[in-house]
């Protein structure tokens, strides 16, 4: 081994770090296309029918030729941004919408090229205590006690799970009694607990689908018997499950009257609110959200409530010390960290070590913006939710209950012809027109539309735009 070889080796590895011409070049083809893209945000189609499925990026396999930025944008654009949903769109009504701050685009972009650590304090004691600090904030408009466990997750699918792992372990459920062990959940809950029940190795346990109330929220009388009866039966009722927002319908269990029920039989209560959560930073939320703060284990999405982009959940742990006895884990090679723990790690409280720098993203934006802002889009959702509600019942749909949050359910019943079908043909005729975009669902056999308002892009001219389609689409299919 030469020193020639070596340094021939190192004239192309060197080419890993542009020069600064390139980078500028690069940047301003990069910010060129995102200054189009948000300059026209609001004519860009939230649904595109049209497009390749993405098979223009096999023009261009990874292989050892290097290729031009401009190429790559023009691959991006028509082969990955422009096919089917668009979710920066303000016009996304569909399952819910996420966000897409600005701000946090900077971050991810500065967090790439310092890739601080954030996993363990001892290497990135800035990084880790940033998150650690939205961590707390969030324990504090939870009614958490600021010292609970908590961890940053790539979305509130991982944030189920966790809990949920933390649950099976703090209440000791093992091959002794996992089948005599009861979980009690709405079957309007998300499907990513039933993921992370069957990941958590709880697939063998008796899962209890509770009785719901007209507003498909959790009847707490009923679930209260429940429980006894299966006392009776010398069960382990051990984990109970409630919804702040649920997706299919934004319904919000009785959280209060649950949580009590729930320590009065010594369960684990873990609340979803993935969807729900950052409500309480508004007055109507808050009151909504009442008996939050009794859970042992919640999940909360700030790539909903707090419109950043794809890529960030949160799980709260009451006790800390039960989360890390689930996710704690020494290795001889990582002996110099265990010297200064002055801040819990990130690694010591989830099943990741090495992880995006994740706070950065949120952190920005809240500092930029202040929280007024947060706190007024939350607040103009609700009331656009209740905008819509009474729109779409004057256009003469039939509506699902009052919206707890900002879910509606609806559908139209001609005077004659098949509903579902007649639905079916509207939902279509939104997609075709792309301008919005909303999904649907099916409850109590019917199919059903649904409108979900959570992206900071909409606003009252995007409802209307809704409203308006959907009022010339039923006319037209009526006439047909
Ligand atoms: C979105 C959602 C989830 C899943 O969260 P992801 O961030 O998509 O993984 C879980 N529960 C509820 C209620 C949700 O709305």
């Known amino acids: 081994m030469n020193r020639a070889a070596i340094k021939k080796l190192e004239f192309i590895a060197r080419k890993l770090e542009p020069s600064e011409s390139d980078r500028v070049a690069a940047r301003k083809e990069v910010v060129t296309y995102s200054e189009k893209f948000l300059n026209n945000i609001e004519h860009i189609k939230a649904f595109n029918e049209k497009h390749d499925k993405g098979k223009g990026l096999w023009k261009a396999p990874i292989s050892e030729k290097p290729l031009s930025i401009k190429k790559a944008i023009r691959l991006i654009e028509k082969s990955v941004d422009h096919p089917a949903l668009n979710p920066a769109s303000g016009g996304h009504f569909g399952y819910i919408p996420g966000g897409g701050l600005y701000y946090s685009s900077l971050s991810d972009y500065l967090a790439a090229i310092t890739n601080r650590y954030a996993g363990i304090f001892y290497a990135g004691p800035g990084a880790v205590r940033m998150e650690n600090i939205l961590i707390s904030w969030t324990a504090k408009i939870s009614g958490y006690p600021s010292a609970c466990g908590g961890n940053l997750t790539s979305g509130g699918s991982i944030a189920n799970l966790i809990g949920i792992c933390t649950a099976r372990d703090a209440m000791n459920i093992n091959s002794k009694n996992i089948r005599q062990s009861v979980i009690y959940l709405s079957p309007q809950v998300h499907h990513s607990i039933n993921k992370a029940l069957r990941i958590a190795g709880l697939g063998e346990c008796i899962v209890r689908h509770l009785v719901l109330d007209d507003r498909y929220r959790i009847d707490s009388k009923k679930l209260e018997q429940q429980i006894r009866d299966d006392k009776k039966k010398k069960l382990n009722p051990f984990l109970m499950i409630a919804s702040a927002g649920t997706t299919d319908v934004g319904a919000v269990d009785p ?139 004057n256009l003469g749909f039939e509506t699902g209950p009052e919206p707890d949050l900002t879910v509606v359910t609806y559908r139209f019943v001609p005077d004659k012809g098949d509903a579902d079908v007649f639905n079916k043909k509207l939902l279509e005729a939104v997609k075709r027109d792309g301008r919005v975009f909303i999904s649907s669902t099916v409850l109590n056999g019917k199919f059903t539309l649904r409108f979900a308002c959570l992206s900071f892009r909409s606003h009252l001219a995007t409802v209307d735009c809704l409203l308006e389609i959907l009022k010339s689409a039923k006319a037209k299919l009526e006439r047909a």
């Not at 799980?315 to 689930?326: H, Q």
């Not at 990130?346 to 802002?373: A, I, N, V, Y």
Request: with cysteine; proline share 5%.
């Open 255 to 393: 959280l209060k009257g649950i949580g009590i029920i729930s320590k009065k039989h010594k369960m684990w209560y873990a609340i979803d609110a993935a969807y729900g959560g950052y409500f309480m930073l508004t007055k109507a939320g808050k009151a909504k959200l009442q008996g939050i703060e009794l859970s042992d284990s919640l999940s909360i999405d700030p790539h909903k409530g707090l419109f950043l982009p794809y890529g960030l959940g949160i799980v709260l742990v009451k006790d800390r010390k039960k989360m890390s006895a689930t996710h704690f884990y020494q290795a001889n090679y990582m002996q110099d960290s265990f010297s200064e723990i002055d801040e819990p790690s990130p690694c010591d409280l989830s099943p990741e070590l090495t992880k995006h720098f994740r706070g950065l993203r949120m952190w920005l934006p809240l500092q930029l913006h202040g929280l007024s802002p947060f706190r007024a889009c939350l607040e103009e959702k609700l009331l656009l939710t209740k905008y819509f509600y009474r729109e779409i019942k």
